[in-house]
């Protein structure tokens, strides 16, 4: 059974940088064709895909945040972490990270992690 | 940058009524067009993968179509929780991934 779960602070202060953890079993993010994403949803809004790490260490992000983002992975650990920098209060979210195959359709999500980022 | 552009924003169905959401693509997307089903206070759920695919475990009342840039879900007997957001993505770009902004689909 594929399982995801997301984890990291509830609050951070603007100007902060933001860390966020996915941890995954039933699958192992070194197996061809393997890749991992996050995306994000702010209170009554539309998704918004952040960024993708595959299986070959490849790294692709959302081309309005690439200044601010980092996505790696521990294979040995079975996660991958986000890091976003300068927090706004726009950036107020649930968090999600999602898998793909090959790039194709996200077919496993997590259940989302929401931040609020305020003073 | 691909906007994909849902409509309508909001979509009243009777039950056992057929419902009809359509996504449009600024750009052609081939067919790596995906549909996902969100709950109140859920992650969203892939529904249909490859314009036309029903994900693992879909009931057969659900079903996508289209190629390019114009895509069609349809629900063809719609039941009481079926009532959901439903989000388009194309994923035939990259970065350039990009999801519709919704289809709120209720029960009238």
């Known amino acids: 059974q594929v399982t995801l779960r997301e984890s990291g602070p509830a609050l951070v202060k603007p100007t902060q940088t933001l860390t966020l953890t996915c941890t995954f079993s039933?699958?192992?993010?070194?197996?061809?064709?393997?890749?991992m994403n996050w995306v994000r949803q702010p209170p009554g809004k539309a998704l918004e895909w952040l960024a993708l790490i595959n299986w070959d260490d490849d790294k692709y992000y959302s081309t309005s945040l690439k200044t601010r983002l980092t996505i790696s992975k521990d294979t040995s650990k079975n996660q991958v972490v986000l890091t976003m920098t300068n927090m706004d209060p726009v950036d107020t979210a649930t968090y999600y990270c999602a898998r793909n195959v090959y790039f194709d359709a996200f077919d496993i999500w997590g259940q989302g992690t929401q931040v609020i980022v305020s003073s | 940058e691909i906007v994909m552009t849902q409509s309508p924003a909001t979509l009243s169905v009777s039950p056992g009524e057929r419902a009809t959401l359509s996504c449009r693509a600024s750009r052609r997307v081939s067919s790596k067009l995906a549909w996902y089903q969100q709950k109140p206070g859920q992650a969203p759920r892939l529904l249909i993968y490859g314009a036309s695919t029903r994900a693992t475990g879909i009931p057969a009342r659900f079903s996508g179509s289209g190629s390019g840039t114009e895509f069609t879900l349809t629900i063809s007997s719609l039941q009481s929780e079926d009532v959901a957001v439903y989000y388009c993505q194309q994923h035939n770009n990259w970065p350039l991934v990009a999801f519709g902004q919704g289809t709120k689909v209720e029960i009238k």
């Open positions: 039933g699958f192992s993010l070194s197996t061809s064709g393997m890749c």
